[in-house]
């Protein structure tokens, strides 16, 4: 069964700064690659998706996503962090023919410091 | 914009009681979802439905049932509630469109349901 690591339990990151949150995934054909964002009290929202073509993906609110099959790996870069940024990221994988179902990473909470 | 609605953001219930969590999306897609969020666990998938009157157990369907009698509703159920059910629970729901796997899902704003 697929599977989605996300390593980094909390991470803290000055207004400005940038910002690499870490992604891997366990699956053994290509998979379909998301991020998704929650602001507090918030449902989640679709930051980018990668499924096929360019492996550099970007996405909402300047964030970008690199897919590197030979690490397993998905990334969600942002070049400044701003500090509306603050919410938890969870990273999610869907398979080919498994209809839309998700599995999801258990996520990554990012406080900005100003 | 699709929309995903939750009956209730914040909801108490006592133990052995008879739970109902309602969502509703407005965007005619075929696919709805119903997860639970816990700290350190992330989102795990309950139940979900890819039409009306079918539904498919996820990764934690003990203690839970669900209902679709309409395209656009999508009922999770607590058939006698306990304290480890205290929990977030998100709704959600997908087109199937183009290639199976990559439509996103939308997500509802969250019902916080505490069992004391």
């Known amino acids: 069964a697929q599977s989605v690591t996300q390593p980094d339990i909390h991470i803290t990151v000055s207004e400005g700064a940038s910002l690499e949150l870490r992604c891997n995934y366990s699956?053994?054909?290509?998979?379909?690659l998301f991020w998704y964002v929650q602001s507090p009290g918030q449902g989640l929202q679709l930051l980018l998706k990668?499924?096929?073509?360019?492996?550099l993906v970007q996405g909402i609110k300047g964030f970008e996503a690199e897919f590197k099959r030979s690490q397993s790996s998905f990334n969600l870069r942002k070049p400044s962090v701003h500090w509306s940024d603050a919410a938890e990221y969870f990273c999610?994988?869907?398979?080919?023919?498994?209809?839309?179902?998700?599995?999801f990473g258990t996520g990554t909470q990012l406080k900005v410091e100003l | 914009d699709v929309k995903v609605t939750q009956s209730s953001r914040y909801l108490v219930k006592r133990t052995g009681e008879k739970v109902f969590l309602e969502c509703v999306q407005d965007?005619?897609?075929?696919?709805m979802f119903w997860y639970r969020q816990d700290p350190g666990l992330g989102l795990r998938l309950i139940y979900f439905?890819?039409?009306?009157?079918?539904?498919e157990k996820g990764d934690i369907p003990e203690g839970y049932s669900v209902s679709r009698e309409k395209k656009e509703r999508f009922s999770l159920i607590l058939e006698s509630a306990s304290t480890n059910q205290t929990s977030m629970y998100l709704c959600?729901?997908?087109?199937?469109?183009?290639?199976?796997?990559?439509?996103?899902?939308?997500f509802g704003p969250g019902t916080r349901l505490t069992v004391l």
């Open positions: 965007m005619d897609h075929e696919n």
């Open positions: 999610a994988v869907a398979i080919t023919g498994g209809g839309n179902k998700l599995t």
């Open positions: 439905s890819y039409d009306v009157k079918m539904k």
């Open positions: 959600a729901s997908s087109p199937s469109l183009g290639l199976a796997g990559d439509n996103e899902q939308f």
């Open positions: 990668y499924f096929s073509g360019d492996t």
């Open positions: 699956y053994g054909a290509t998979p379909y």
